[in-house]
T-cell receptor
């Protein structure tokens, strides 16, 4: 079993839809949770960072962490064609100060005009 | 502010040729540095990471090596490239266990 599982998609939605992207994990020591956006042929860009549980909102993006279920989500409201990209979740534990993030496989999102 | 430079952006190399990819970070001291490889349509595979000058940890056995000759410089090398070394190579840095920041990547094609 992989430490982090993420549905690779592809996921296709119409413009304006609410998008839900999810990852599950198995390591209960994970405390740091990140979402990255990667456009084709570019490096991943950090979108959201959450420490421990709870929600965090930034504009149209909301990151949610449910540690009891070992489940994290990224919601995109009013999705735009410019949101079309691959979204990767990443996480790490407090015991790994060297910062080796564990990544999900990435979900490919396409927002159709 | 911190920036990361990675070059070249694209590279086409014949099988058996050497490789040297360079990454430098500006605006921070003693960062953790990473080399990742990403195959088409797949996730990120961590190849090497370094927590300090001369300290390199290898995550997977392979045809590649890494070096950190200076605090903010990370180099990925190979003596003889294989076809299977083709891929998208990404350098990244962090200063702790959380956020990591990536360069724009090098697309390597071995022919």
């Amino acid at each position: 079993q992989k430490e982090v599982e993420q549905d690779p998609g592809p996921l296709s939605v119409p413009e304006g839809a609410i998008v839900s992207l999810n990852c599950t994990y198995s390591n209960s020591a994970f405390q740091y949770f990140m979402w990255y956006r990667q456009y084709s042929r570019k490096g991943p860009e950090l979108l959201m960072y959450t420490y421990s549980s709870g929600n965090k909102e930034d504009g149209r993006f909301t990151a949610q962490v449910d540690k009891s279920s070992k489940y994290i989500s990224l919601f995109i409201r009013d999705s735009q064609p410019s949101d079309s990209a691959t979204y990767l979740c990443a996480m790490n534990s407090i015991y790994n100060q060297g910062g080796k993030l564990i990544f999900g496989q990435g979900t490919e999102l396409s927002v159709k005009p | 502010s911190q920036t990361i430079h990675q070059w070249p952006a694209t590279l086409v190399q014949p099988v058996g040729s050497p490789l040297s990819l360079e990454c430098t970070v500006e605006g921070t001291s003693n960062p953790n540095l990473y080399w990742y490889r990403q195959a088409a349509g797949r996730g990120l595979q961590l190849l090497f990471y370094s927590v300090g000058i001369g300290q390199i940890s290898s995550e997977v056995p392979q045809n590649l090596s890494a070096s950190r000759p200076q605090d903010r410089q990370f180099i990925l090398s190979s003596k003889k490239l294989l076809l299977s070394d083709s891929g998208f190579y990404l350098c990244a840095w962090s200063v702790g266990p959380a956020e990591a920041f990536f360069g724009q990547g090098t697309r390597l094609t071995v022919v």
